[in-house]
């Protein structure tokens, strides 16, 4: 649905490894009964764990059926 707070912190070289860390920020109930919202912040490190990217993302997505256990 959408970005918010993109941040690139340093730039990136060919080769470079990058990792990604998501962690959820918000969720709730969509319109859509089968579905919902969510934001998520995702984080995006080289591998000596440096900041290189930070960026908000929030996404429709669908439900787990009712009565479905994880």
Request: hydrophobic share 40%; aromatic share 6%.
């Amino acid at each position: 649905l959408g970005l918010a707070n993109v941040r690139f912190a340093r730039p990136v070289t060919h080769g470079t490894t990058l990792y990604a860390v998501t962690e959820v920020l918000a969720k709730r109930d969509s319109d859509q009964p089968c579905a919902g919202i969510v934001t998520f912040r995702h984080f995006g490190l080289s591998e000596g764990e440096e900041l290189i990217l930070k960026v908000d993302r929030t996404v429709l997505l669908r439900r787990r059926p009712s009565g479905t256990v994880s």
